[in-house]
């Protein structure tokens, strides 16, 4: 960018640049042969002169922004973004596919903090209802998007009725769900509870609870296993802040805990030794030996093999929680409708973990929350404010300039093979649907990347990329 910029500045067109990298690819890597690396860097000098030689000006198109934001999910991040997006003075179409905004925050209890996560989350869908920048969309699914950044279509659908969405960028909130077991018990006694189960009774002051004289809690259900390796990051802490609770009702109370590593990491590591000073008992257990759970006369017994004492252990149980795994909904119709990857266990993707942390290689579609992997509520807030962040970016500007180094197509060469269109993971290429050249191939320079995938698979000849065209590579070639 900055040589460029250097172009731009002395009034040429900054496409009329070829760079030749002689340390990273030359200098680097044949250090210790001087001789053969001058004759590289003379060849690389050779070919990139001869690439000049041959390029012209190319043109960037210019992209007008529609000021509408979409919002897919109306959980807490979904519902952050859309109000961080709103107070900027845009206009957001909020989907959700329940009856109720919320998600699932609205079966948790309170935060590790001790915070009543019910009264902020009435306060926020309140703040929500409310705005009058904010169109919320109940019961709604996406059924069709088209477009690309700056001007999107979304068909929405609520009972069979359909509307069109124009807007400029779309985030991705979609949120993730909570595992049912199939192990220890559950599902066969009541007495055997997940997570989310155990706050509903938080949330409805069971008073049974102040009665129970032990309660076990077993970590990693469903997680951390040969088929989802991935950790939910959430259920250490989750059991933690419960068995506290637990312990606030009723101090006599046995807690077990029972773990194969505890991962509150932070500030969280303040909730765990709280957690051992009130007396709460953890034990640890291998994958390989994990506990054992039946149900007796007297209650239900929990046998597990405590990996330090190097002892099996038997212990009585009037509840048993249990820390299941956060499981994605796998939409990859949504996918599918935005070009966005998913990872082989179902989560969004990111562009890069570290400069791209809530966006997707697809412009003018960014992502936040649970969809993108577990993460608690405060971590979905701040990566909320960051993908409204980041699609104030684009909305400020009101126009987006294209790329000049796109793909096109000759439609006299094209066969309606459809091959460039298989392989673009951008959804670039297209077949035109009218006139002379119908069923040819065109390429959209707004969705193109310039990767050139659809050049090297084009058997026909009919694809090339600008900046790199044949007669270019050709002259390199060439010069070797």
């Known amino acids: 960018p900055l040589f460029q910029e250097t172009l731009v500045n002395a009034g040429l067109n ?66 952050v973004s859309a109000r961080t997006l709103s107070r900027q003075g845009y206009k957001v179409s909020l989907v959700e596919r329940a009856s109720l905004l919320g998600g699932q925050a609205l079966n948790l209890y309170r935060t590790w903090k001790g915070d009543d996560i019910q009264k902020n989350l009435s306060d926020l869908v309140r703040s929500v209802e409310t705005d009058s920048n904010i169109d919320v969309h109940l019961n709604t699914e996406l059924t069709n998007v088209e477009g690309f950044v700056g001007n999107f279509k979304t068909t929405l659908s609520k009972g069979g009725n359909p509307q069109v969405v124009e807007h400029g960028i779309a985030v991705l909130s979609t949120g ?87 991962r509150t990491y932070g500030e969280r590591e303040y909730l765990y030794r709280k957690a051992r000073m009130e007396g709460v008992l953890f034990v640890q257990f291998s994958k390989d030996q994990k506990p054992k759970v039946a149900a007796g006369e007297d209650g239900l017994k929990i046998e597990v093999m405590d990996q330090n004492l190097g002892e099996n252990l038997v212990l009585k149980a009037d509840l048993v929680a249990l820390a299941s795994a956060i499981l994605p909904y796998k939409d990859e119709k949504l996918a599918q409708f935005f070009k966005v990857p998913m990872n082989e266990d179902g989560f969004f993707v990111e562009a890069h973990a570290k400069l791209g942390p809530s966006e997707f290689a697809t412009d003018g579609v960014v992502l936040c929350g649970m969809a ?67 069923g040819k191939a065109e390429v959209n320079p707004v969705l193109c990347k310039g990767c050139g995938l659809c050049v090297a698979s084009c058997r026909s000849g009919a694809l090339n990329l600008r900046g790199f065209e044949e007669g270019q590579i050709m002259a390199m070639i060439n010069e070797m």
Not at 35 to 51: F, S
């Open 372 to 438: 993108h992997y577990p993460k608690p509520i405060d971590e979905s807030v701040a990566q909320a404010q960051a993908a409204a962040s980041r699609a104030v970016t684009l909305l400020a500007r009101e126009r987006v300039k294209v790329s000049g180094m796109v793909a096109y197509a000759n439609p006299v060469s094209c066969s309606s093979c459809g091959v460039c269109v298989e392989v673009c993971p951008y959804s670039a290429p297209s077949f035109v649907a009218k006139g002379p050249f119908a």
């Open 14 to 79: 900054k496409y009329l640049f070829e760079m030749t990298n002689i340390r990273n690819q030359d200098s680097w890597v044949h250090k210790d042969e001087p001789k053969k690396a001058t004759e590289k860097a003379m060849d690389l000098v050779r070919m990139a002169v001869a690439k000049a030689a041959l390029m012209t000006p190319l043109k960037e198109a210019d992209v007008d922004i529609n000021q509408r934001a979409l919002v897919v999910g109306g959980g807490i991040s979904g519902m």
């Open 176 to 262: 993730a769900k909570e595992f049912k077991p199939d192990e220890y018990l559950y599902g066969k006694d009541p007495r055997v509870m997940t997570h989310l189960e155990l706050d509903r009774r938080f949330q409805n002051n069971d008073a049974s609870l102040k009665a129970i004289k032990n309660a076990v809690f077993i970590q990693c259900v469903g997680s951390r296993e040969p088929y989802r390796p991935y950790c939910s990051r959430v259920c250490c802490t989750h059991s933690i802040e419960s068995a506290l609770q637990l312990k606030e009702m009723n101090p006599d109370m046995n807690v077990y805990i029972l773990y194969r590593d505890i």
